[in-house]
């Protein structure tokens, strides 16, 4: 069975931190791993991915400098440190695997989902 399962969302403050979790099984834990975020009446946007080597990172700018996203091949857990959070932050995280050879910032090129978990800054 092919599923990604995110975990470590919440309610949290401004400028506090979190860090959210994607445990994968069977095929879902790829290549290129990623993390999306959809906020209320927005379009699903790209955050961040990672290779399998971690060599090869890419954040969205508006993360870039205090996100940070990592894997653990031996876990099949690929993890989105979110320091320094702001209200702008406010989605729901989603998980992604990329089974492809070049990785990808568009979500159409991504092959497994996860349920996604909400995120919610308060101000």
């Known amino acids: 069975q092919v599923q990604l399962v995110e975990s470590g969302g919440g309610l949290v403050q401004a400028g506090d931190s979190l860090r959210l979790s994607c445990a994968a099984s069977g095929r879902a834990f790829s290549n290129h791993m990623g993390w999306f975020r959809q906020a209320p009446g927005k379009e699903r946007m790209f955050v961040a991915r990672i290779s399998w080597s971690g060599s090869t990172i890419y954040y969205a700018d508006s993360v870039k400098g205090r996100f940070t996203i990592s894997r653990d091949n031996a876990k099949k857990t690929v993890y989105l440190q979110m320091n320094s959070l702001k209200p702008e932050d406010t989605a729901v995280y989603y998980c992604?695997?990329?089974?492809?050879?070049?990785?990808?910032?568009?979500?159409?090129?991504?092959?497994?989902w996860g349920q996604g978990t909400q995120v919610t800054v308060s101000s």
């Open positions: 992604a695997a990329d089974r492809g050879p070049l990785g990808s910032n568009f979500d159409y090129e991504y092959d497994y």
